[in-house]
């Protein structure tokens, strides 16, 4: 056999909570690369927050030794991939590094959205196939039923997939036996120019950019003068290797088959996009890899520091974290209400959530965010067109011939017993129904156009709360559409706070305006003069609400000589000031604007 | 001679009120043994008031109308055999109605108690049982008139403001009826939810109390009611006959020197500022060593005092006196404060007296928005 035969890259797709980081966790212990006791909890998932979040966010890699039946040791590389909608481009650029995937579905859920979207995914990058029934020690399992839906609902045989329970690691050596029988091996050529896929980096402070190729074809090595081919950088290589499970080894050389990373003295992720191809800098591959799009972000947000002198730390710490995040975009915004801050793209509210709580937890900074929005096209009068990713920066609306707003879509799957109530939910957030097919007797797959600016909000929380979690969703961008849309804007002591502007479609404008002002309204504490609160379009009024004047605060008494707690009570008064922020005249603390952005429906 | 304050503190009661974060133990059993505690720490105190004369005592809990008047006589014997104490001096106690009787009152006035407080809150029994109080608008009234009788001259009732579910009404009829006895002094308070007690972990209780307007009015109709009736503010929430002022109290909002004895005392004496652990049991087992049972024990610097002065002063209706200010601290005080008064100044929160500042009753309203924002509790803050 030759290097490339016993080689098999593959990577683990599921829908999510359908198991697919302990099937990982396993096959990192049956291979022997990890004991049961030295793994904590997953290895893979890396991140705190993944953890605490139970999902993936970014893809990682580990090299795996294997012993199989036929007596020959073989090299896994698992690939693992993000599992939220919100990193789509992610999941497939690291599909593209393998030559298959394992497709696991829970034994007691069967096949939902994002099974089918990675599994389309997979299919598009050419990927084999092996599908594992999962959660087979569940009293609730259909091992039969599963495999058949597979067959019917997805298309592929499942006749004899493995069924196994990744939690007691039953029938997982079917697995591994599996991915030596059914997944290809690599077939590159070795002495071709160099041809590796980017499909993860994370900045290291002391190597600078570690990067997660694929060697498709030619190979690697210290001293290579490479070249990113979409970016045009180019480096000298400092050193290659591979990813164990415990972290970084070294070795001579990467060569075509191996999934590897490579350091070379690289300052930020934005020299090596996920999806760019490595070349060698004399002698280019004659392709790059297709596919390649830098990621766009979808969803747009203010950033700031609730401390304005923070402002300057929060940037050190968004050029950080793009460092490793080439989806996370920023430029300097301000704001009359928040003063000096950041407008930031994301991939989508997960993404966004994420980097906030990041930001907050890893630097320590106390953040003011303001509500989301996505981006609206905009075509003047004078038949200028302009995208709009900032409500702030809305034109007023006899400066507008035609406004549209990005919709995506949507595919939604159900137990039928929800579909009544999943479809009045797509319809409150003016979702346009396509279509509806039965997958089996039970469930049904919903089609429906949405805007994106109403599911970037709680859409999943709202499907999850009408479905008793079981409903799915998954979507994807599906250019605009022409919408009657308004700028709602704020005003607080008479004055527009732009950071809470936002667009909102013309037949919505009247509910929300009502519930922001009565938001601020339980949230802006009582000032020394009467603040109203007023909701407007253009210059009308819709909704207004009124914080009376502060006339009383807390007279504690003050007997005994406990002068010191007073005294702290005070101070602690202070403080509490002190993060509040001015907009205008009035004093509101941070948290305000949080309030005003959760506020959505029910 | 300098003049100095002696606090008692008796933790006990016969039962806890629901809001009351004050430190009290219900268990009476360990009345006696505490007693001698007391003794023997008001003793061990004999040296350092050599140079001081005392000309208020004042004995707080708690209930110090549990005890007896022989355990009240012991207690005072010791701070005459340790103190000097001065013949005109004010010496308190309060009581609570429905623990006084005819001859613990007139043993309480033998003991040379010249002035009581007595706990009413208010007058209206519904609201007296849901603030878990042990007495009947009866019980005070009878307690009143007994101590009268026995000869006090000088009494002051606690009445309760922004209790959940009084009216502006029943505050009235409260004030009417206390007034109408006479008393020389009202202390008249809001109800705060204390975070360790059973109403503020009660958000029933919360939802129940006044509304901010409601205790607005409340506490500015009240000061009018208790004002024309010749009882004038002197501070936030005490009220006086002219010249019935309470001596001791003023001593804390004067930045003036207090000892404090028992658990839970606080103490400024020698520039120093010092409390004791809220822990009956360690007290009784070594009362007379002080450093054992501090809880907290500094000496504030200048500033620290300056600050502090100011947060005090202006409680008083008769607010900072500038020209004091500057002799105290060594510190301008229209320099340091002017810039950051002015938007009070200027709505009339704060008003310029002869002398200096004072609270208007709007401004005592919001007195610790007021103080929070002027004052600059951070050592290095210039």
Same mark, same amino acid.
């Given at each position: 056999?030759?290097?490339?035969?016993?080689?098999?890259?593959?990577?683990?797709? #599921?829908?999510?909570?359908?198991?697919?980081?302990?099937?990982?966790?396993?096959?990192?212990?049956?291979?022997?690369?990890?004991?049961?006791?030295?793994?904590?909890?997953?290895?893979?998932?890396?991140?705190?927050?993944?953890?605490?979040?139970?999902?993936?966010?970014?893809?990682?890699?580990?090299?795996?030794?294997?012993?199989?039946?036929?007596?020959?040791?073989?090299?896994?590389?698992?690939?693992?991939?993000?599992?939220?909608?919100?990193?789509?481009?992610?999941?497939?650029?690291?599909?593209?590094?393998?030559?298959?995937?394992?497709?696991?579905?829970?034994?007691?859920?069967?096949?939902?959205?994002?099974?089918?979207?990675?599994?389309?995914?997979?299919?598009?990058?050419?990927?084999?196939? +092996?599908?594992?029934?999962?959660?087979?020690?569940?009293?609730?399992?259909?091992?039969?039923?599963?495999?058949?839906?597979?067959?019917? +609902?997805?298309?592929?045989?499942?006749?004899?997939?493995?069924?196994?329970?990744?939690?007691?690691?039953?029938?997982?050596?079917?697995?591994?036996?599996?991915?030596?029988?059914?997944?290809? #091996?690599?077939?590159?050529?070795?002495?071709?120019?160099?041809?590796?896929?980017?499909?993860?980096?994370?900045?290291?402070?002391?190597?600078?950019?570690?990067?997660?190729?694929?060697?498709?074809?030619?190979?690697?090595?210290?001293?290579?003068?490479?070249?990113?081919?979409?970016?045009?950088?180019?480096?000298?290589?400092?050193?290659? /290797?591979?990813?164990?499970?415990?972290?970084?080894?070294?070795?001579?050389?990467?060569?075509?088959?191996?999934? /590897?990373?490579?350091?070379?003295?690289?300052?930020?992720?934005?020299?090596?996009?996920?999806?760019?191809?490595?070349?060698?800098?004399?002698?280019?591959?004659?392709?790059?890899?297709?596919?390649?799009?830098?990621? %766009?972000?979808?969803?747009? #947000?203010?950033?700031?520091?609730?401390?304005?002198?923070?402002?300057?730390?929060?940037?050190?710490?968004?050029?950080?974290?793009?460092?490793?995040?080439?989806?996370?975009?920023?430029?300097?915004?301000?704001?009359?209400?928040?003063?000096?801050?950041?407008?930031?793209?994301?991939?989508?509210?997960?993404?966004?959530?994420?980097?906030?709580?990041?930001?907050?937890?890893?630097? /320590?900074?106390?953040? !003011?965010?303001?509500?989301?929005?996505?981006?609206?096209?905009?075509?003047?009068?004078?038949?200028?067109?302009?995208?709009?990713?900032?409500?702030?920066?809305?034109?007023?609306?006899?400066?507008?011939?035609?406004?549209?707003?990005?919709?995506?879509?949507?595919?939604?799957?159900?137990?039928?017993?929800?579909?009544?109530?999943?479809?009045?939910?797509?319809?409150?957030?003016?979702?346009?129904?396509?279509?509806?097919?039965?997958?089996?007797?039970?469930?049904?797959?919903?089609?429906?156009?949405?805007? %994106?600016?109403?599911?970037?909000?709680?859409?999943?929380?709202?499907?999850?709360?009408?479905?008793?979690?079981?409903?799915? %969703?998954?979507?994807?961008?599906?250019?605009?559409?022409?919408?009657?849309?308004?700028? %709602?804007?704020?005003?607080?002591?008479?004055?527009?706070?732009?950071?809470?502007?936002?667009?909102?479609?013309?037949?919505?404008?009247?509910?929300?305006?009502?519930?922001?002002?009565?938001?601020?309204?339980?949230?802006?504490?009582?000032?020394?003069?009467?603040?109203?609160?007023?909701?407007?379009?253009?210059?009308?009024?819709?909704?207004?609400?009124?914080?009376?004047?502060?006339?009383?605060?807390?007279?504690?008494?003050?007997?005994?000589?406990?002068?010191?707690?007073?005294?702290?009570?005070?101070?602690?008064?202070?403080?509490?000031?002190?993060?509040?922020?001015?907009?205008?005249? !009035?004093? +509101?603390?941070?948290?305000?604007?949080?309030?005003?952005?959760?506020?959505?429906?029910? | 001679?300098?003049?100095?304050?002696?606090?008692?503190?008796?933790?006990?009661?016969?039962?806890?009120?629901?809001?009351?974060?004050?430190?009290?133990?219900?268990?009476?059993?360990?009345?006696?043994?505490?007693?001698?505690?007391?003794?023997?720490?008001?003793?061990?105190?004999?040296?350092?008031?050599?140079?001081?004369?005392?000309?208020?005592?004042?004995?707080?809990?708690?209930?110090?109308?549990? &005890?007896?008047?022989?355990?009240?006589?012991?207690?005072?014997?010791?701070?005459?055999?340790?103190?000097? $104490? =001065?013949?005109?001096?004010?010496?308190?106690?309060?009581?609570?109605?429905?623990?006084?009787?005819?001859?613990?009152?007139?043993?309480?006035?033998?003991?040379? @108690?010249?002035?009581?407080?007595?706990?009413?809150?208010?007058?209206?029994?519904?609201? &007296?049982?849901? &603030?878990?109080? @042990?007495?009947?608008?009866?019980?005070?009234?009878?307690?009143?008139?007994?101590?009268?009788?026995?000869?006090?001259?000088?009494?002051?009732?606690?009445?309760?403001?922004?209790?959940?579910?009084?009216?502006?009404?029943?505050?009235?009829?409260?004030?009417?009826?206390?007034?109408?006895?006479?008393?020389?002094?009202?202390?008249?308070?809001?109800?705060?939810?204390?975070?360790?007690?059973?109403?503020?972990?009660?958000?029933?209780?919360?939802?129940?109390?006044?509304?901010?307007?409601?205790?607005?009015?409340?506490?500015?109709?009240?000061?009018?009611?208790?004002?024309?009736?010749?009882?004038?503010?002197?501070?936030?929430?005490?009220?006086?006959?002219?010249?019935?002022?309470?001596?001791?109290?003023?001593?804390?909002?004067?930045?003036?020197?207090?000892?404090?004895?028992?658990?839970?005392?606080?103490?400024?004496?020698?520039?120093?500022?010092? =409390?004791?652990?809220?822990?009956?049991?360690?007290?009784?087992?070594?009362?007379?060593?002080?450093?054992?049972?501090?809880?907290?024990?500094?000496?504030?610097?200048?500033?620290?005092?300056?600050?502090?002065? $100011?947060?005090?002063?202006?409680?008083?209706?008769?607010?900072?006196?500038?020209?004091?200010?500057?002799?105290?601290?060594?510190?301008?005080?229209?320099?340091?404060?002017?810039?950051?008064?002015?938007?009070?100044?200027?709505?009339?929160?704060?008003?310029?007296?002869?002398?200096?500042?004072?609270? =208007?009753?709007?401004?005592?309203?919001?007195?610790?928005?007021? &103080?929070?924002?002027?004052?600059?509790?951070?050592?290095?803050?210039?």
């Amino acid at each position: 056999m030759t290097r490339q035969e016993k080689i098999r890259n593959f990577s683990i797709i #599921a829908h999510i909570d359908h198991g697919k980081s302990t099937l990982a966790d396993r096959i990192l212990e049956a291979t022997r690369s990890v004991s049961s006791r030295e793994m904590e909890q997953q290895l893979l998932d890396n991140m705190d927050i993944e953890r605490e979040r139970g999902i993936t966010i970014k893809a990682r890699a580990v090299k795996l030794n294997y012993e199989a039946k036929d007596g020959e040791t073989y090299e896994f590389n698992l690939i693992d991939t993000p599992g939220h909608v919100d990193f789509n481009y992610e999941v497939s650029r690291s599909l593209g590094a393998c030559e298959g995937a394992l497709l696991v579905v829970d034994a007691t859920q069967g096949v939902e959205a994002q099974t089918l979207a990675n599994t389309y995914l997979a299919l598009e990058n050419n990927l084999e196939i +092996v599908p594992v029934i999962n959660k087979i020690d569940l009293p609730s399992a259909d091992i039969e039923g599963v495999r058949r839906e597979i067959e019917e +609902v997805i298309g592929i045989p499942a006749e004899d997939c493995p069924a196994v329970s990744a939690k007691t690691g039953l029938n997982i050596g079917d697995v591994l036996e599996k991915i030596v029988s059914d997944i290809p #091996a690599p077939r590159g050529d070795e002495t071709a120019p160099l041809k590796a896929l980017i499909f993860d980096s994370y900045y290291d402070s002391y190597r600078g950019v570690v990067v997660y190729v694929r060697v498709k074809d030619g190979s690697v090595r210290s001293g290579s003068k490479i070249k990113m081919m979409n970016t045009g950088a180019q480096f000298d290589v400092v050193e290659v /290797g591979v990813m164990s499970a415990f972290g970084l080894v070294p070795t001579a050389e990467l060569s075509a088959g191996e999934v /590897g990373y490579i350091t070379a003295s690289i300052k930020s992720v934005a020299d090596t996009r996920v999806g760019d191809t490595v070349t060698e800098a004399e002698r280019q591959t004659a392709e790059p890899f297709p596919g390649f799009k830098p990621a %766009l972000p979808m969803v747009f #947000a203010g950033i700031y520091p609730a401390d304005s002198a923070k402002y300057p730390d929060l940037r050190d710490a968004l050029e950080k974290l793009r460092l490793n995040d080439a989806a996370l975009t920023f430029e300097p915004e301000t704001s009359a209400a928040l003063g000096f801050g950041f407008r930031c793209g994301f991939l989508g509210l997960l993404h966004m959530e994420i980097i906030a709580e990041r930001l907050e937890r890893e630097f /320590g900074l106390d953040l !003011v965010t303001t509500a989301p929005s996505v981006i609206y096209k905009v075509t003047y009068k004078n038949g200028e067109v302009k995208y709009i990713d900032n409500p702030a920066n809305y034109p007023p609306a006899d400066e507008i011939a035609l406004a549209e707003e990005p919709v995506v879509k949507g595919s939604i799957i159900t137990p039928t017993e929800y579909v009544g109530g999943i479809m009045e939910l797509c319809k409150e957030r003016r979702g346009i129904f396509v279509d509806m097919k039965y997958l089996d007797k039970t469930r049904v797959e919903l089609h429906y156009i949405l805007p %994106l600016g109403e599911i970037v909000y709680d859409f999943f929380d709202a499907l999850k709360s009408r479905s008793k979690g079981y409903a799915s %969703l998954d979507y994807e961008l599906d250019g605009y559409r022409e919408s009657r849309l308004v700028k %709602l804007d704020i005003l607080l002591n008479m004055e527009v706070v732009d950071a809470l502007s936002f667009i909102v479609h013309a037949d919505k404008a009247y509910a929300r305006g009502r519930k922001i002002v009565e938001a601020l309204k339980e949230n802006i504490p009582r000032q020394l003069f009467e603040v109203p609160i007023q909701a407007a379009i253009g210059g009308r009024v819709i909704a207004r609400e009124t914080v009376k004047a502060m006339r009383k605060d807390v007279l504690a008494k003050c007997y005994g000589g406990d002068i010191t707690r007073k005294k702290k009570l005070l101070e602690k008064q202070k403080e509490g000031k002190k993060r509040m922020r001015r907009l205008g005249s !009035v004093e +509101v603390p941070p948290e305000t604007f949080m309030a005003v952005l959760k506020l959505d429906d029910e | 001679m300098d003049k100095l304050g002696i606090y008692i503190h008796i933790p006990f009661c016969v039962r806890k009120c629901a809001y009351c974060d004050f430190y009290s133990i219900e268990d009476m059993d360990r009345r006696t043994a505490y007693v001698e505690a007391l003794v023997s720490q008001i003793r061990s105190f004999r040296s350092m008031g050599t140079r001081h004369v005392v000309d208020s005592v004042y004995i707080g809990g708690g209930t110090p109308s549990v &005890l007896s008047g022989e355990e009240m006589g012991r207690i005072l014997a010791a701070v005459r055999s340790s103190f000097s $104490v =001065s013949r005109e001096a004010e010496i308190t106690a309060e009581a609570n109605p429905g623990t006084l009787d005819t001859s613990k009152l007139s043993a309480y006035r033998e003991a040379g @108690i010249n002035r009581l407080s007595i706990g009413l809150q208010s007058a209206d029994n519904g609201e &007296l049982k849901m &603030l878990s109080r @042990i007495h009947t608008r009866e019980d005070f009234e009878s307690s009143f008139l007994l101590a009268r009788l026995e000869g006090f001259e000088n009494i002051n009732v606690d009445v309760m403001y922004a209790l959940p579910g009084q009216s502006e009404d029943t505050l009235a009829a409260t004030l009417d009826y206390v007034m109408a006895l006479e008393p020389e002094h009202i202390s008249f308070y809001g109800l705060k939810l204390e975070p360790d007690t059973p109403f503020g972990r009660d958000p029933g209780i919360a939802a129940d109390v006044p509304s901010e307007d409601v205790q607005y009015e409340m506490y500015l109709s009240a000061a009018k009611k208790m004002e024309d009736a010749g009882f004038m503010q002197y501070e936030i929430s005490n009220f006086a006959k002219l010249g019935m002022e309470c001596r001791h109290n003023l001593k804390y909002w004067s930045c003036e020197e207090y000892l404090g004895f028992g658990p839970g005392a606080y103490s400024f004496f020698g520039g120093r500022m010092f =409390s004791y652990a809220k822990d009956i049991t360690r007290f009784i087992a070594m009362p007379e060593d002080s450093v054992a049972l501090f809880e907290e024990n500094y000496i504030p610097t200048d500033k620290e005092l300056a600050v502090q002065y $100011v947060m005090l002063g202006f409680r008083l209706k008769r607010g900072i006196d500038t020209a004091e200010y500057e002799a105290r601290f060594d510190d301008d005080f229209d320099m340091r404060y002017q810039e950051k008064m002015k938007p009070f100044l200027l709505k009339k929160y704060i008003l310029k007296t002869k002398s200096g500042y004072r609270l =208007s009753k709007r401004g005592m309203l919001i007195s610790n928005y007021i &103080l929070s924002e002027i004052l600059d509790f951070k050592e290095d803050a210039e």
